[in-house]
């Protein structure tokens, strides 16, 4: 039977184990989406990138769920250019990757010692949350008062949709545990989107917001260890809710995994153009085995 070897990578920490990890595969022109869902299931990640040729960009990415496609994954983008460089040590470090939500620019940081991507997204867009705060809360497992009092729950995206909703206290981020199967009855307005809970209270001095991220029922999987494009979406609610005052540029530094004993990193720079927010996120990768797949 054929097989297929898939790059394991993972991302937000130089640390094999540490992480959101990705699965890789760099040729993939010849699979049909309904193989790449295939191979994304063996896989088990939360995703699994697909690299293709593009007409319009350097490359374009498909990335994968087990349950679905996504149409961005900061992660696996993160995953997919380490993967790439590895193979190619003469790779440009400057490029454009082509995906569902557009073409956006992609700047590549190497040395002997570190290797960084810089990834844009999407312009930030938000949406109103009119559920139940009690029922959101019992469905990650904490109490209604543990919500932030004065900081708005809204539905954020930065090329994914994802409900932002702000917790008070570190503490109850220990506490959580999602019933997923319960999401889409209480998100009525974008019943297949995730949940993520951030907090302004960190266990890192130089953290500026820590996260959880808990998986639509759709996608296959619970949790997200570290979550590029969610984190994108924090830097966004962070100048427009948050400190509105804020002076752009500014860049956060997002935690993340922790809870899962997976901690990992991630950079997110906002700034403002004609306007319009502009969002980027910068972090690093680390290669951890091939993994063989039958197809």
């Not at 932002?164 to 999401?183: A, C, G, T, Y």
Request: aromatic share 8%; proline share 6%; hydrophobic share 40%.
């Amino acid at each position: 039977m054929p097989t297929l070897l898939v790059k394991h990578i993972d991302a937000f920490s130089s640390i094999p184990g540490k992480g959101n990890p990705a699965g890789v595969v760099v040729d993939a022109e010849n699979y049909t989406e309904e193989q790449m869902l295939e191979i994304a299931a063996a896989v088990g990640f939360n995703e699994t990138t697909f690299v293709l040729p593009s007409e319009v960009a350097d490359f374009k990415l498909k990335y994968f769920t087990p349950g679905h496609e996504m149409n961005l994954c900061g992660h696996a983008t993160m995953a997919t250019m380490y993967a790439l460089h590895q193979s190619n040590a003469s790779f440009k470090k400057n490029l454009k990757i082509e995906t569902n939500v557009g073409i956006l620019p992609i700047d590549i940081s190497k040395d002997e010692v570190s290797f960084q991507v810089t990834m844009q997204h999407a312009p930030p867009e938000f949406r109103e949350f009119n559920g139940s705060r009690a029922d959101l809360a019992h469905s990650i497992g904490i109490s209604e008062e543990e919500i932030h009092p004065d900081l708005p729950i809204v539905y954020g995206s930065t090329g994914i949709w994802t409900l932002i909703i702000p917790i008070s206290r570190l503490s109850s981020f220990k506490k959580m545990v999602p019933q997923s199967e319960l999401f889409p009855s209480i998100l009525k307005e974008m019943p297949r989107v995730s949940l993520h809970p951030i907090c302004l209270e960190t266990r890192d001095e130089i953290s500026d917001m820590h996260a959880r991220h808990f998986s639509s029922p759709f996608s296959g999987t619970k949790e997200d260890a570290v979550t590029g494009t969610a984190s994108g979406v924090m830097g966004a609610y962070y100048v427009k809710y948050i400190d509105q005052a804020a002076p752009l540029p500014k860049q956060l530094l997002v935690e993340q995994g922790h809870e899962m004993n997976k901690d990992g990193k991630v950079y997110v720079h906002v700034s403002e153009q004609n306007d319009e927010l502009q969002i980027s996120i910068t972090g690093t990768a680390v290669y951890v085995q091939d993994i063989e797949i039958i197809i």
